[in-house]
């Protein structure tokens, strides 16, 4: 009948889902109602890559709340690796923010040195390697190219049956999607606020991500830190607190985007803005190999006046007009039949050949359009041109500056952001909330201004000089090495000891200690030392000999002070104590407070008086 109700074009979905209870029926979605069709139909099971998500987004026939990007993910990927300005700027990005490299820190101000820091030895084993086969600048790489051709990028973090984090995988931008958010949960989230951590109950809309594999099953995900499980199959959250067999759960992502889309969730590059200059560029590189392939525009235009050509001349000559570009440079014989006239008087058949379109052989066309599009999409991403490859017109002065420059804002902004996200979510979830992530900042080293602040830090005695060999090492490609410094001599001034002093107060010479051959007797009693024989005259004693160079130092006797000097310059380490202890008791009313620093103080001012007169004489 004409009022009945046309039947629903969508039909209700189930799904079997074995459990350890049993086998149950869950209601996963609506989807399309197939149309009958003959036994002997053909249908194609095959699935096209442009739309292989298509049934699956929101208001589609199989609607499973999944998002639809705002630009298609495969295109822009496509365009990223075919236009000859993208791929550069793309790879200078790669190079410059995620290849300099990255260490770890402790965030307390009075940490001890980080190459003794156990945590932060666990830290470097486990990004040298966070999945098998992979470093993480590797890693971070792919996400840079990921997030720079798409606007996307997903890393997958993995983690044991005890929930701890033990890979880190990089997932293809174009091969994820984002789903509809799902209603608010209560979570329980920690907050530092006045300096301590807190714990605050929030409501929280969690993010579910899904991957179409062989273009027939879902594969579910959740947002990195989610308060529940999902299950991977179906992409149900569990129940609040309770936890889903591990082989059930879907992994988490962490999901980078380059800049915001203003509809949805997605990101979009940062090129977007150019993407008529990108496809332009292209178009205009496809004309002129089509216009060189094909032979471009006829060089030549041929003009018959008084003749007509025969059929098989004008045959050759279109057949040789329209070949390839390679056949078309080439000498052509034309054979011309005069038309009109009589016997008396014949008309002459002329054949005018003129130069057409020669201009635009010398140089393909479209040049000056394709550089302009080049300064807009290298506008977009902010790089100089000398990280394109362009240094003609640079000088070093000119490179430093725009190195500085792009450096300060855009490669290290981006790397400051990597680096929070990395800090903020991933490494407290590993256990290391003290510590933090720092990327390693691009510098240009002039090498004759380092080794100067080298010379400046080793005039200052206060540096290690194994830092200072390593420094020099690392500027000028030297393998210096540092060895054990030589020991101090033994005497002062270099001079061999000759005299002492003995417990009485005397100078005696010093006597070397006979080597004695093996097996032979000791001698009865030691040597005993005699006193010097040019002090034979004089006080034998080391109060005299300090009396003597005091008396000769206010008289300014230079002759006896330096005579007193050689005989104080030949007394080993213990008769020079023993002669700063007696000059400092002649020389101060009361030296017990501080008899040493005294006598350095007496016989310094002896020394200098001596050494000033030598040097005036």
């Known amino acids: 009948m004409a009022d009945e109700k046309q039947p629903d074009q969508k039909a209700q979905v189930y799904r079997l889902v074995k459990s350890e209870a049993g086998v149950s029926i869950q209601k996963v979605g609506f989807g399309a109602k197939e149309s009958a069709a003959s036994s002997d139909a053909v249908a194609s099971n095959a699935a096209s890559p442009e739309d292989e998500y298509q049934q699956f987004y929101v208001g589609a026939a199989n609607d499973r709340g999944v998002l639809c990007p705002p630009y298609n993910l495969r295109r822009l990927d496509r365009l990223a690796q075919e236009n000859n300005t993208l791929s550069p700027c793309i790879e200078a990005m790669v190079t410059n923010i995620d290849g300099t490299g990255y260490d770890f820190e402790s965030k307390a101000e009075s940490a001890e040195d980080k190459e003794d820091d156990s945590q932060i030895e666990q830290l470097r084993e486990f990004f040298s390697e966070p999945l098998p086969g992979t470093n993480f600048i590797s890693l971070r790489k792919s996400l840079r190219r990921d997030l720079e051709a798409t ?30 958010l799902d209603e608010s949960v209560e979570v329980e989230v920690t907050v530092k606020r006045n300096g301590v951590d807190t714990k605050i109950k929030m409501m929280k809309r969690e993010r579910r991500f899904v991957q179409l594999l062989n273009g027939l099953t879902l594969v579910y995900f959740r947002e990195f830190g989610a308060s529940r499980d999902i299950n991977k199959t179906t992409g149900i959250w569990s129940k609040q607190g309770q936890r889903l067999p591990a082989k059930d759960r879907g992994t988490e992502i962490l999901h980078f985007t380059c800049l915001p889309d203003a509809h949805t969730d997605y990101g979009v590059p ?69 038309a009109g006239g009589s016997l008396d008087h014949p008309t002459q058949a002329r054949v005018t050949v003129e130069r057409f379109g020669g201009e635009r052989t010398n140089d393909s066309m479209f040049e000056e359009y394709d550089n302009k599009c080049e300064e807009r999409v290298r506008r977009a991403f902010r790089l100089a041109p000398i990280f394109l490859g362009a240094s003609d017109d640079y000088s070093f002065a000119s490179a430093y500056v725009s190195y500085t420059v792009t450096e300060a804002q855009v490669f290290k902004p ?95 010479p010093i006597k070397p200690v006979p080597v004695e051959a093996p097996g032979a007797k000791e001698p009865k009693s030691a040597p005993t030392a005699t006193p010097a024989k040019k002090w034979e005259k004089q006080p034998a004693g080391i109060q005299a000999l300090a009396k ?15 005579k007193n000097m050689t005989l104080v310059k030949s007394l080993d380490a213990k008769g020079v104590a023993k002669f700063k202890q007696a000059t400092a008791e002649l020389q101060f009313i009361n030296p017990e407070h501080d008899a040493e620093g005294l006598g350095d103080l007496a016989a310094a001012t002896i020394s200098l008086m001596h050494h000033s007169h030598a040097h005036q004489h």
């Open 270 to 338: 940062r090129w977007i803005s150019q993407l008529p200059s990108v496809l332009g560029s292209r178009k205009a590189e496809e004309f002129n190999l089509d216009f060189f392939d094909n032979g471009g525009i006829p060089p030549v235009l041929i003009t018959l006046q008084g003749g007509t050509l025969q059929a098989e001349t004008r045959k050759a000559l279109e057949a040789k007009m329209t070949g390839s570009a390679e056949k078309t440079n080439r000498v052509q014989i034309l054979e011309v039949e005069p």
């Open 151 to 180: 606007g996307n990028a997903y890393l997958e973090v993995l983690r044991n049956a005890q929930d701890q984090i033990v890979f880190l995988k990089h997932v293809d931008s174009k091969m994820m999607r984002l789903v509809k």
């Open 548 to 562: 003597d160079t005091l008396i000769a130092l206010r008289k300014r006797d230079w002759p006896e002070l330096a």
């Open 414 to 508: 981006e790397r400051d952001e990597f680096d929070e996200i990395m800090n903020s979510k991933l490494l407290p979830a590993m256990g290391f909330g003290e510590y933090k992530m720092a990327s390693k900042p691009l510098v240009i080293e002039d090498v004759h201004l380092k080794i100067e602040g080298l010379q400046i830090g080793l005039g200052t005695n206060r540096v290690d000089v194994e830092d200072v060999i390593y420094e020099l090492n690392e500027a000028t490609g030297l393998k210096l090495k540092t060895i054990d410094p030589p020991e101090p001599p033994a005497v002062p001034n270099g001079l061999e000891s000759t005299h002492t002093v003995d417990n009485e107060g005397n100078i005696v």
